[in-house]
């Protein structure tokens, strides 16, 4: 009885290799153009244009040391951190606040409010970038890293309050009910009780914003024409540019401006995946 109840395993085997051939197949989409730029780094022209796949003979580190001892590199990376965390805490902010009245408050027109933010997914940046500009030339945000940061905190609101909102609307309310005996107020149930409850998807959305904030190249190339502010995308920008017959160079410099980003994404993965994973179960 117990042998013909079971279900036959020859599928599932079949679909897991299926799944994991598929996985396979897209991590060398990934890794393959990564180690190319990687090794590539480290040869010169004529041995990209004779041996691009093979391993460099000789080795030429100096791509890499120079641009490491490159004063602008640093500026670019400084730039870039010093925005992408500036976006993610207001960002994060205001929408775990927005988040938290949507979930827990019931109010007239609630739900309208949500779905005017939630529309926001479907407003490209590129469709807004006149007025934008033009708005930011208004106020003397050109040239300023205030012109980047809240502009990009604007865009990243809807899929950050769309997240946290689901995270919250999914935590009991007899723990909401339990603060407010206690003597908690509204903000303190949302700052005692909640927030520390939502560090996964807290998380979750610092993540996204910080990649899509290092990775925004069109927002900074409008705002800033001070080099001096330039960021890590604009600077791989001008120094191909600069550099268009030294491909070597160009690959090392792309590399290493890949390097923070990649570096941070990696020590992150585990609070990017368990909030998206909560998030989902809670919502």
Known sequence: MSSSRRRPAGPSRARGISLHMLAGTLALFVLIPLL???????????????????????????????????????????????????????????????????????????????????AGLMFPFAVAILPLFVLMRTFGLLDNPLGVILVQ???????????????????????????????????????????????PALATVSVLAIVASWNNFFLPLAVFNNPDWWTIPLGVQQFQGQYSTDIARTLAYVVLAMVPALAFYAVAERHLISGLTAGATKG
């Open 36 to 118: 190319f730029g990687l090794i590539g780094g480290f040869k010169d022209n004529a041995q990209l244009s004779s041996n691009p796949f093979g391993l460099p003979a000789p080795w030429h580190p100096e791509n890499y040391t120079e641009v490491l001892a490159s004063a602008s590199f640093w500026r670019q990376v400084g730039n870039s951190v010093l925005i992408a965390l500036s976006t993610t805490v207001l960002v994060v902010a205001l929408s775990a606040m927005a988040a938290f009245a949507f979930a827990r408050f019931a109010f007239r027109g609630r739900e309208v409010l949500f779905t005017i933010f939630t």
């Open 153 to 199: 905190a604007a865009f990243g609101l809807p899929m950050t309050i769309i997240i946290l909102r689901g995270f919250f609307a999914g935590i009991p309310r007899e723990v909401e009910e339990a603060a407010v005996i206690d003597g908690c107020t509204p903000f303190g149930v949302f700052w005692r009780v909640l927030l520390p409850m939502a560090r």
